[in-house]
């Protein structure tokens, strides 16, 4: 169970607060809810406290997480390239991983993209993806290590200097 105030992580939105637990009345059925807010687009959500975990809210990472997730970034061994693949399939497979909440899918969404986009133009989708993913990676690794987020986005571009032309959109970059 989470607690008021607490810093949760929900799929594919990112890293929110829970703002409070409250009862409501839904279909003429009584449940207990979780009123999350999102931190990086103050959205709102309403997250039912019995399915919360399997709707996949979840604590931030730990600090120890945190850092063998930067450990996988510099780490290319596993990358082979696009090798030709689809990218509608790409596309539907890093949107299903960013879908799962979890810090190392969403890592592994990022470092494929942004080794991707040293080997050939991202599509717009592709490129949507990469902010999404960015997104979500750099603000659980700032909020986690207590830094800006635009100061651990600097240190994950710093990883890919050398396939980075200006592959990531200026928007992402802050």
């Known amino acids: 169970m989470f607690s008021k105030d607490q810093l949760v992580v929900y799929p594919a939105q990112g890293v929110g607060k829970v703002e409070r637990i409250e009862t409501q009345e839904i279909g003429g059925s009584v449940a207990e809810f979780y009123i999350v807010r999102i931190m ?23 600090k120890p997480e945190c850092r063998k997730i930067f450990a996988s970034l510099k780490d290319r061994s596993s990358f082979t390239g696009y090798t030709g693949q689809n990218w509608n399939r790409r596309y539907r497979e890093y ?16 470092k ?5 986009s040293g080997e050939k133009e991202l599509s717009f989708g592709e490129r949507r993806l990469l902010e ?19 100061e651990v986005q600097q240190q994950i571009e710093a990883l890919f200097a050398d396939v980075l032309k200006p592959a990531l959109p200026e928007e992402t970059r802050g």
């Open 95 to 110: 949107s299903e991983r960013l879908q799962t909440g979890a810090l190392k899918d969403s890592c592994h969404v990022l």
């Open 132 to 150: 999404q993913a960015m997104t979500l990676v750099s603000t659980e690794l700032a909020y986690v290590l207590r830094q800006e987020q635009r």
């Open 112 to 116: 494929e993209l942004l080794l991707i």
């Open 40 to 62: 990086g687009n103050n959205i709102t959500l309403l997250v039912p406290v019995k399915t919360a975990r399997n709707v996949g809210l979840r604590n931030l990472s730990s």
